[in-house]
């Protein structure tokens, strides 16, 4: 089982930027896919960037792409979410989650209790 704490949220102007982090327990992290969800006010979850265990494998969507950067230190049991450029529509809490490849987030993953992140325009 895997334990994940984020931390880093905040309060920060339009094209400000913000660094998210999430720190795993256990003594598998590698082995597992990380991922960055959010979810804004009165709307679903949804995806915001994925790495595999290897860190060859990044994703994003195509909202947060060229803005967002999801990186990982194994060494460090930690995940983290570089955002730049913001916008007041990125506002949402933001959860870690992990999974083993080919798992489903949903019924699968190992999820964070999650971080605000507030951008005023």
């Known amino acids: 089982q895997v334990q994940l704490v984020e931390s880093g949220g905040g309060l920060v102007q339009a094209g400000g930027s913000l660094r998210l982090s999430c720190a795993a327990s256990g003594r598998t992290f590698s082995t597992y896919v990380m991922g960055w969800f959010r979810q804004a006010p009165g709307k679903e979850r949804d995806f915001v960037a994925v790495?595999?265990?290897?860190?060859?494998?990044?994703y994003y969507a195509d909202s947060v792409k060229g803005r967002f950067t999801i990186s990982r230190d194994n060494a460090k049991n930690t995940v983290y979410l570089q955002m730049n450029s913001l916008k007041a529509e990125d506002t949402a809490v933001y959860y870690c989650a992990a999974k083993r490849e080919k798992m489903d987030w949903k019924t699968s993953g190992y999820w964070g209790q999650g971080t605000q992140v507030t951008v005023s325009s």
């Open positions: 790495i595999t265990y290897d860190s060859f494998g990044r």
